[in-house]
């Protein structure tokens, strides 16, 4: 049995952790990069589909291709950040499965019915972005995750050569300005949201 993290594991995961609109001028490495998806790629997702397609966007030109896509008011989040990660999904996710999960003929359930890799994949995915964010965390970065753009666009412009990707949702990674924090939104207590049967 695991022991409960310490405080400030906690703190730096949930308690203190916020949602950044602005960054400092702080690099992210290629490193950072890979240290969060080597944790990404170890948390659950159902039959090990791992159907989230990760585009890191790092270079200017490809922040501006990106923010291209997004509301007025998410281009600064997308173009001022060290990184800003596509979080896409992959809806031929079950070619894959024969090696991503050999314990089956897990590709069988899926073939033939594009309505449920739909929402398996959308489902699955949002599961590794949500990761994503806390492994940002995790390693010391902050994150900006969002939505605010134009899905479509960007599918057409980033994903033409793979039909079958489409996004979910973007998340700018690097080291927050405290200066572009709003005051925290409420957060319920237990039992406004929440029953025990």
């Known amino acids: 049995m695991s022991d409960t993290l310490p405080p400030t594991a906690l703190d730096q995961l949930?308690?203190?952790?916020?949602?950044?609109?602005?960054?400092?001028?702080?690099?992210?490495?290629?490193?950072?990069?890979?240290?969060i998806w080597d944790l990404v790629k170890m948390a659950p997702t159902s039959a090990n589909q791992l159907p989230a397609r990760l585009i890191w966007c790092k270079s200017a030109q490809a922040k501006e291709r990106l923010a291209a896509h997004a509301s007025e008011a998410n281009r600064p989040k997308i173009t001022g950040a060290p990184v800003c990660v596509?979080?896409?999904?992959?809806?031929?996710?079950?070619?894959?499965?024969?090696?991503?999960?050999?314990?089956?003929?897990?590709?069988s359930w899926f073939a033939g019915n594009a309505d449920l890799r739909e929402v398996s994949a959308f489902r699955n995915s949002t599961l590794q972005g949500a990761y994503l964010i806390m492994?940002?965390?995790?390693?010391?970065?902050?994150?900006?995750?969002?939505?605010?753009?134009?899905?479509?666009?960007?599918?057409?412009?980033?994903?033409?050569?793979?039909?079958?990707?489409?996004?979910?949702?973007?998340?700018?990674?690097?080291?927050?300005?405290?200066?572009?924090?709003?005051?925290?939104?409420?957060?319920?207590?237990?039992?406004?949201?929440?029953?025990?049967l």
Request: glycine share 4%.
């Open 86 to 107: 596509i979080v896409a999904m992959d809806t031929d996710f079950h070619e894959q499965l024969p090696w991503l999960f050999p314990h089956a003929d897990a590709k």
């Open 14 to 35: 949930f308690h203190e952790a916020r949602t950044y609109n602005a960054w400092l001028d702080k690099d992210v490495s290629d490193e950072q990069v890979r240290q």
């Open 135 to 196: 492994a940002a965390r995790a390693v010391g970065l902050d994150c900006g995750p969002m939505s605010g753009f134009d899905n479509a666009a960007l599918d057409k412009d980033f994903f033409a050569d793979e039909p079958k990707w489409k996004s979910n949702f973007i998340c700018s990674i690097g080291y927050g300005d405290p200066e572009s924090l709003f005051a925290r939104s409420p957060r319920p207590d237990f039992d406004a949201f929440n029953r025990i």
